[in-house]
């Protein structure tokens, strides 16, 4: 397409690009700093609300610092619900999950980048149309599944998926041992390494960069997941964080100053994970993006 | 591979050198994990769910064949499917605009060439790292009509700020914002499309004496639309399982207002032990989230613009 043709003295321009750059550059920051208000204001919110005692939270106007900090607020919730149980519940779903899929992951994608075999192709085209199938069709179906295996109230259901690995992130994988030379698993062969040795020994390690974006996406997935263990689990001994928050919101439907702290502490694995991450996985979901 | 091959794998494998043998084997051993995952998980469900949705099932006893009974039902006289489908299309045609443009909005300032910008990314992206059902929390409490934020600084104005949640001509705006809080992400993707646009395009659009809105639109846009497309089709795909946030803040109400497609799946399926007319409901809602998808598809060469078509 292009660009509308009127014609203007190149020599306007030229004599306005200096301070043309400075207001410019004043603008992105009011533009960036008004976004990031409006972007952080509910965390604010949540943050002083999980430090303010009942009486300051009913009060009109506001307060935007509590005075004083209600820090009970916190181990208040811990003796409201079991939150170190659903905390420990969680942290467990997750480690067995990350684990599963990273071996999974690995495995799948150095089978789809590194044999030639019969099939690979269409198979890998099957793998990235799952990624189109909408979850709620398989919900139902699987849920029958779990049930008639008498799975219901295990944690089977929230684990064994991961052991076959996520379409998306085998294709993410694939991609990235794509690019890996091949000389590498050559040398190996000569010097009479097994596959399964050069994968774990050579690609494995080589692959570590984009194996971390594998465990933060699983990471922030478990983590974060309602819908799974809400169908699936009943034993409120064995809820996750994301779960017992529902549980306890359902039970304590005005404390909201231990509801914002219950909420605080549950999001700051999966932010605090995001912060260390950042720059890798910015890049990568933005590289997924436009590929995808 | 020849067609004659083709038709004897057997006798082809006969004939195959031991290492050739090995390499399939082994070939198939390494992506066995996702090969028996998808089986077992994917492929197996959705066929049994395309099954299941001509039963009647509580999935105690034994499903009871119905034929086309349950699809009958759900387009004849259930009233709930015809109001969960409205909310949800309510829902999109407000919601994937406004989000569209706040993505696209958020991304350009991030595409600002000042220093510091990286953590105003970190800062626009982090709302959507939280898990939904703290974020759907925090915005509760945010729009409590009493002593909720919102309220408050709409007081500040002289605005009296609506009840939200719970008046049934807010409450679905309410939610949208719960959503909205997630914009980063498409931001961030959009963000890198922005970032893959050839300078040069703007430099020549700068001579020609274009002015910022008219590099906007005939340059940022064009070369961004593909970007676009991917978005949207994406957050149409997340509007239609829009579940969390109606499931926890009003649970479909006041007055089934935002009663979503999602949770009346969830409450066949989970509250009632309707498997069969669950299973049914999800294959409507899987077509038309396909119709739509093509529908956009097909509507894509009026403004989706590839470069690598005109080379």
């Given amino acids: 397409m292009t660009v509308n043709q009127s014609h203007v003295r190149s020599a306007a321009i030229q004599e306005r690009r200096l301070p043309l750059y400075f207001t410019r550059n004043i603008r992105s920051y009011l533009v960036l700093l008004f976004l990031a208000v409006l972007f952080l204001t509910p965390f604010y919110w949540m943050i002083t609300t999980a430090l303010k005692t009942e009486a300051q939270l009913f009060q009109i106007p506001p307060a935007w610092i509590p005075n004083p900090l209600a820090w009970e607020n916190f181990t208040q919730v811990f003796k409201e619900v079991p939150f170190a149980r659903f905390i420990l519940n969680s942290s467990f779903l997750v480690t067995i999950n990350v684990a599963g899929q990273v071996f999974a992951t690995t495995m799948v994608a150095y089978g789809f980048s590194r044999f030639q075999f019969p099939g690979r192709d269409v198979l890998f085209v099957i793998l990235l149309a799952t990624l189109m199938i909408p979850k709620q069709v398989v919900l139902v179906p699987q849920f029958i599944l779990f049930a008639k295996l008498g799975w219901v109230n295990t944690y089977l259901p929230l684990i064994l998926p991961a052991f076959g690995g996520s379409p998306f992130l085998i294709f993410m994988v694939r991609q990235y041992m794509m690019s890996i030379p091949i000389d590498l698993d050559e040398a190996a062969m000569i010097d009479g390494a097994s596959r399964w040795q050069i994968l774990w020994r050579i690609i494995f390690p080589i692959s570590i960069p984009i194996l971390v974006l594998v465990v933060v996406f699983t990471f922030v997935d478990v983590w974060n997941d309602f819908m799974g263990p809400l169908i699936y689990l009943n034993d409120p001994l064995k809820f996750t964080v994301s779960l017992g928050l529902s549980f306890f919101q359902g039970a304590k439907e005005t404390s909201w100053q231990l509801l914002m702290a219950a909420a605080l502490m549950a999001m700051l694995p999966p932010i605090i994970l995001f912060l260390i991450a950042q720059r890798r996985l910015l890049g990568g979901i933005a590289a997924a993006g436009i590929k995808g | ?311």
């Fill in chain 2, 1 to 311: 591979m020849t067609s004659k091959a083709l038709s004897n794998p057997l006798k082809r494998w006969r004939t195959m050198s031991p290492k050739r043998r090995q390499e399939i084997v082994g070939g198939y051993l390494f992506i066995s994990p996702w090969l028996i995952g998808f089986l077992l998980f994917i492929a197996g469900p959705v066929l049994m769910s395309f099954f299941v949705s001509f039963t009647r099932w509580n999935i105690v006893g034994d499903p009871r064949w119905v034929g086309l009974r349950n699809y009958e039902r759900i387009f004849t006289v259930d009233k709930d499917f015809i109001q969960a489908l409205k909310v949800t299309f309510r829902y999109s045609i407000v919601y994937l605009p406004v989000t569209t443009v706040l993505g696209l909005g958020t991304a350009l300032a991030l595409n600002a060439k000042v220093k510091g910008v990286g953590i105003f990314r970190s800062f626009f992206y982090m709302p959507y790292m939280a898990p939904q059902i703290a974020a759907t929390l925090v915005w509760m409490w945010m729009l409590n009509p009493r002593y909720g934020l919102i309220n408050t600084m709409l007081g500040w104005i002289g605005i009296e700020g609506p009840n939200w949640l719970h008046d049934p001509s807010t409450a679905i705006y309410g939610l949208m914002l719960v959503g909205l809080w997630g914009v980063g992400r498409s931001a961030v993707i959009y963000l890198a499309g922005l970032q893959n646009i050839p300078q040069h395009l703007y430099d020549a659009a700068e001579v020609d004496g274009a002015n910022s809105w008219q590099r906007l639109r005939h340059v940022t846009l064009p070369m961004l639309s593909p970007t676009i497309f991917y978005v949207v089709v994406i957050e149409l795909i997340g509007v239609f399982q829009t579940f969390t946030a109606s499931f926890v803040a009003t649970g479909g109400g006041p007055l089934k207002s935002t009663f979503f497609y999602m949770l009346y799946i969830y409450t066949k399926a989970w509250e009632s032990l309707r498997m069969g007319y669950a299973s049914a409901l999800a294959w409507i809602l899987t077509i038309i989230i396909l119709l739509i998808t093509m529908l956009i598809l097909k509507s894509s060469p009026m403004w989706v613009h590839y470069e690598a078509e005109k080379k």
